[in-house]
C-alpha cells in the first residue's frame, strides 16, 4: 500500500463540490455588495404625478405643470390664532419679517408695503398681457382711437392725476383697465397693518416657497421654518398656529402613510417570524429564511432604479418587497420541517406533517 507523497495537497471526493460552495458565497457577497452600492445611489420619490398620462394633450400638460411646479402648488396660508388683535399682527409682522430673511420664501405677504414697488413694476411690464380689454381689434386704427380718446377723457375725471403720469407710457389706458376690476368689497381687510380674516378672529399670511410642489421634502422643510418662525415670533403668548395649501397637504399626507407603513410593516414581519419560527423551530434556519428575501429586495431595488434612471416609487418598493416577502414565506412554510423523522412506510411525519413535506390543505 502506497502513500501520497508528501508536500502535495490531497483531494478528495468532497473538494470539488466546496470550492463551488464557497465560490458561491463569494458570488454572492460580491453581487450583494453592488446591489447595496446602487441602493446607497437610488433617491425614493413618493410624487403621484409620476401616474399621470405621458403624453398628454396641451390642457393636460398644463395641469400637470401646474401640479408639479405651478404657483398655487406653492402657496401656503398660514393663520394666527388666540390672543387679541393687536398681537396677533405684532406676532404676523414678526413672522413674515424674519420668513423675508429666509431663501426658502421668495414671497411673504401679509398686508404690509414690503413689495409694493415691485407689484407695480410688475404690473406696468406685464400690462398687456394682464389686461381684460387687450384683444386684436384693439390694436387696429379704429381700436387705438377709442382707446386714446378714453384715456383722454379720464383727465377730466378725479383719476386724472394718475392718468395724466401713466399717458406717455401707457396711451391705451391698459394699467387702468386693470385697475377697474378690483373691488374694494374684495380686498383683505387690514388691522395694526397686517392682513385678518372676515371675521377678525386670525391674522392671515400667505407664503411662497421656492421649493415645487412636487417637491414634498422641500415643502415639509418650509413647513418647519414657518413653525420655528412662530414659535419665535409668538413666544409664550396664548397663540396658535394653522397651516393650510397643497405644500401642507403632501407632507401632512406623507408623514402619515410613513407612519402607518411602519407600523403595519412591523406588526407584519413580527407575524410572518413568528411564523417561520414555529415551523422552522430553530434560530439559525430562521435567519438563513429571511436571506433570499433581503437579497431579493436588494437585487429588485437596484434592478429598479438601474432601470429607471436612478429613482425608485415608494408603491414600487412597497409591493415588490410584498410579492418578494409573499413568495418567500410561502415557499418556505411548504418546505419540510428540518426536524421531522419520516417514518418507514407511513405518510406522515413523525410532528404530523403529510410526507410530501406540505401542511395539510396548502397548495404549494
Not at 133 to 151: I, K, M, Y
Not at 259 to 288: C, F, K, N, Q, W
Not at 311 to 328: D, K, P, Q, R
Not at 350 to 356: C, H, N, V
Request: aromatic share 6%; with cysteine; hydrophobic share 45%.
Amino acid at each position: 500500500m502506497t502513500s501520497a507523497p508528501r508536500g502535495r495537497p490531497r483531494f478528495t471526493a468532497a473538494s470539488g463540490p466546496r470550492l463551488a460552495a464557497r465560490l458561491a458565497v463569494v458570488l454572492w457577497l460580491a453581487w450583494l455588495l453592488a446591489c447595496v452600492a446602487v441602493v446607497t445611489r437610488t433617491s425614493f420619490t413618493a410624487d403621484l404625478s409620476a401616474f399621470l398620462p405621458r403624453m398628454p394633450s396641451a390642457e393636460q400638460q398644463l395641469l400637470v405643470d401646474q401640479l408639479r411646479e405651478g404657483l398655487v402648488s406653492r402657496l401656503i396660508l398660514v393663520g394666527i390664532e388666540g390672543g387679541d388683535a393687536d398681537g396677533r399682527a405684532a406676532v404676523s409682522r414678526a413672522m413674515a419679517a424674519r420668513l423675508r430673511q429666509d431663501a426658502r420664501f421668495p414671497a411673504i405677504s401679509n398686508g404690509e408695503p414690503v413689495n409694493q414697488a415691485a407689484d407695480q413694476r410688475y404690473l406696468y411690464n406685464h400690462r398687456y398681457l394682464l389686461s381684460p380689454t387687450v384683444t386684436p381689434e384693439r390694436f387696429t386704427q379704429q381700436g387705438l382711437s377709442a382707446a386714446v380718446a378714453d384715456t383722454f377723457d379720464l383727465l377730466a375725471s378725479p383719476a386724472g392725476l394718475f392718468t395724466k403720469s401713466l399717458l406717455p407710457r401707457d396711451p391705451t389706458g391698459e394699467v387702468m383697465s386693470m385697475m377697474a376690476q378690483l373691488d374694494a368689497a374684495q380686498r383683505v381687510p387690514l388691522h395694526a397693518g397686517a392682513w385678518i380674516s372676515r371675521d377678525g378672529k386670525r391674522a392671515v399670511l400667505l407664503a411662497q416657497t421656492a421649493a415645487a410642489g412636487s417637491d414634498t421634502d422641500g415643502q415639509a422643510k418650509a413647513v418647519e421654518a414657518i413653525r420655528q418662525a412662530f414659535a419665535e415670533a409668538a413666544g409664550a403668548g396664548p397663540y396658535r398656529l394653522a397651516m393650510t395649501g397643497p405644500g401642507v397637504f403632501s407632507v401632512e399626507a406623507r408623514d402619515t402613510i410613513r407612519h402607518d407603513v411602519e407600523r403595519l410593516s412591523a406588526i407584519g414581519i413580527a407575524i410572518v417570524v413568528t411564523l417561520l419560527l414555529v415551523v422552522y423551530r430553530s434560530v439559525p434556519l430562521l435567519v438563513l429564511g429571511l436571506v433570499p428575501v433581503l437579497s431579493g429586495a436588494l437585487a429588485g431595488v437596484a434592478a429598479v432604479s438601474l432601470g429607471f434612471g436612478g429613482t425608485v416609487h415608494g408603491l414600487t418598493l412597497g409591493f415588490g418587497t410584498t410579492l418578494i416577502g409573499e413568495a418567500s414565506t410561502t415557499r418556505s412554510t411548504c418546505s419540510s420541517s428540518p426536524r421531522s423523522t419520516r417514518v418507514t412506510g407511513s405518510a406522515t411525519t413523525a410532528r404530523g406533517l403529510p410526507a410530501s413535506g406540505r401542511p395539510c390543505g396548502w397548495a404549494c
